[in-house]
């Protein structure tokens, strides 16, 4: 990306309270009352969204292709999940972040999450296209 765009550490953020329609138990990732990864990994994307909030030029959105996480420690209902992106490399179109989610007492996940810049319309068009093809 160049001009007016995104930039080396901006950052975003995101957070909840654990709920029992959090747990792993309650999405089918696992039998265990505690946050699930999915909404882990949901977190960390949304911090990254929210980074680029107001960052990217009219008509440009971007799409999350590439999630490395590590969900290192378990979160109990009740607690809340702050997680954290941070723009750490931009190749072209490709935007990097380093994504961290702590709970009251510890880090319970941290990786990298990879966002394309993508052209709305353009998008649109090829997902109403593959719509009508699919059937």
Known sequence: MSGD?????LT?????TVEDRHTAAAVGSG?????ATPVLVTLMEAAAVDA???ALPEGRQSVGVKLDVDHRAATPVGLRVEAEATL???AGRTLTFRVVARDA???VGEGTHVRAVIDAARFDERLAAKAAAGG
């Not at 765009?5 to 550490?9: E, N, R, S, Y």
């Not at 039998?31 to 946050?35: E, M, P, Q, R």
């Open 5 to 9: 765009g995104p930039a080396i550490g």
């Open 12 to 16: 975003g953020r995101a957070a909840l």
């Open 31 to 35: 039998g265990v009352a505690a946050l």
């Open 52 to 54: 680029l909030a107001g």
């Open 88 to 90: 750490v490399a931009i």
């Open 105 to 107: 007492v510890e880090i």
